[in-house]
């Protein structure tokens, strides 16, 4: 699991000779109908949003953030339709990796939770099947290729583990949607710990917001 940013809205418009940061922009978008619209300050008004459910003004600002995850984990990340994606077309570039993961027990009490509480020799015994089914398939689909066999087809042989990259972006206010719901510990760890790398790069771009929203 990698994740990276990509780009944040760059505003070009300056008040007090002062380019706007992001999080100025927004507040600069919040006060169109006030007389105040140059007001450089900001923290309060952003803070003032956030407390009364003012979330439009938190549209006007874009994140765009780069993932790196497997085919079983990005299906669960592009259910979040406000946001915009490209991802790694299996159709058109050659797979190259397949990810490792640390196996976890099923709860008996809620099928969507897993335990960390499996022994030692069944960790081992996932290990090993995960080497093995890599190697099976990453050589079948080579040879697949080899024998001219379509990318698009060829991919049917890849497991649900295989790598795969994609870009996400979407507005402050999708994000914030994105980060309560993901950091929850209902949503699998491996998609959690990339909410969790993405809430660290989000509370670094907009600190204002993030301590507003208790991140901080």
């Known amino acids: 699991m990698q994740v990276r940013l990509i780009s944040v809205t760059s505003p070009i418009i300056t008040i007090d000779n002062q380019t706007l940061t992001p999080e100025g922009l927004m507040a600069y978008c919040a006060r169109v109908s ?22 439009s003004v938190f549209e006007m600002v874009d994140m765009t953030v780069e ?10 990340i592009l259910r979040h339709r406000s946001f915009q994606f490209q ?3 299996q159709r058109y570039a050659k797979a190259q990796e397949i990810e490792h993961y640390t196996p976890r027990g099923q709860d008996s009490k809620n099928r969507q939770n897993s335990l960390e509480n499996l022994d030692e020799t069944t960790v081992t015994w ?49 994000w914030i949607h994105y980060l309560e719901v993901r950091t929850d510990r209902s949503t699998q760890k491996e998609h959690r710990d990339i909410a969790l790398e993405i809430k660290k790069i989000f509370i670094g771009q907009f600190p204002v917001t993030s301590a507003a929203l208790g991140w901080l």
């Not at 993932?67 to 669960?76: D, E, K, M, W, Y």
């Not at 995960?130 to 379509?150: P, T």
């Open 34 to 55: 006030s007389p105040h619209q140059e007001t450089p300050d900001y923290e309060k008004l952003l803070i003032y949003c956030i407390a009364n459910k003012h979330w």
């Open 126 to 174: 996932f290990d090993e099947a995960q080497d093995e089914i890599a190697r099976i398939s990453l050589e079948r689909y080579n040879e697949a290729l080899e024998k001219g066999i379509a990318k698009e087809c060829a991919r049917m042989l890849l497991p649900l583990g295989t790598r795969t990259k994609l870009y996400m972006k979407g507005s402050v206010r999708s």
């Open 67 to 76: 993932i790196v995850t497997s085919r079983a984990i990005s299906p669960q």
């Open 87 to 89: 991802e790694f077309s």
